[in-house]
């Protein structure tokens, strides 16, 4: 790995201070989460409300924003050591999402599923969601606020159903 940095190439992992950044803000968006589902309930849990009360940007517009690097980043095929810390931050988000879903089938609001899948889903759904429209981004500009909204009632909707 020393040996790729001193060629030139990046590390493929993230540095300490990128690492802390991302937990404080997972850490955010997890207490965000738990006091909007408190206060409201699941159905008020939307990805905009969350980001809002965490005081971050959701990554679905982020990435719409990031057009060109957001898809370079999500779909695009890399060295392996990058897709292997790709596939680990993906990992991390499904954890989250998962530990989300446990607490809402703990209280009754969510059906009882598997939260690990569901969670590694809802990561799918809204990569490819994002991906979509920015392969589209020439043809048609992505209406940021639309597929936004969007994808945050799919995941929803997809957590929520009964079977």
Same mark, same amino acid.
């Given at each position: 790995?020393?040996?790729?940095?001193?060629?030139?190439?990046? &590390?493929?992992?993230?540095?300490?201070?990128?690492?802390?950044?991302?937990?404080?803000?997972?850490?955010?968006?997890?207490?965000?989460?738990?006091?909007?589902? &408190?206060?409201?309930?699941? /159905?008020?849990?939307?990805?905009?409300?969350?980001?809002?009360?965490? %005081?971050? /940007?959701?990554?679905? %517009?982020?990435? *719409?924003?990031?057009? =060109? *690097? /957001?898809?370079?980043? $999500? !779909? #695009?095929?890399? @060295?392996? @050591?990058? @897709?292997?810390?790709?596939?680990?931050?993906? /990992? =991390?988000?499904?954890?989250?999402?998962?530990?989300? $879903?446990?607490?809402? $089938? +703990?209280?009754?609001?969510?059906?009882?599923?598997?939260?690990?899948? &569901?969670?590694?889903? $809802?990561?799918? !759904?809204? *990569?490819?969601?994002?991906?979509?429209?920015?392969?589209?981004?020439?043809?048609?500009?992505? @209406?940021? !606020? +639309?597929?936004?909204? #969007?994808? !945050?009632?799919?995941?929803?909707?997809?957590?929520?159903?009964? &079977?």
């Amino acid at each position: 790995m020393a040996e790729q940095v001193a060629a030139g190439h990046p &590390s493929p992992h993230p540095s300490p201070r990128v690492v802390a950044r991302q937990a404080n803000a997972r850490r955010r968006i997890l207490a965000a989460a738990r006091v909007v589902v &408190s206060e409201q309930g699941f /159905a008020a849990a939307q990805v905009a409300v969350v980001a809002s009360v965490a %005081d971050v /940007a959701t990554f679905v %517009d982020r990435a *719409l924003r990031g057009e =060109g *690097l /957001a898809y370079a980043v $999500i !779909a #695009e095929p890399m @060295d392996p @050591d990058v @897709d292997q810390v790709r596939l680990e931050a993906r /990992a =991390g988000l499904a954890h989250a999402f998962a530990n989300l $879903i446990e607490e809402g $089938i +703990a209280s009754g609001e969510l059906a009882d599923q598997d939260a690990g899948i &569901s969670g590694a889903a $809802i990561v799918g !759904a809204f *990569l490819e969601g994002v991906v979509a429209p920015l392969a589209e981004r020439e043809v048609r500009p992505p @209406d940021r !606020a +639309a597929i936004s909204a #969007e994808i !945050a009632r799919f995941c929803q909707a997809a957590v929520a159903c009964h &079977s």
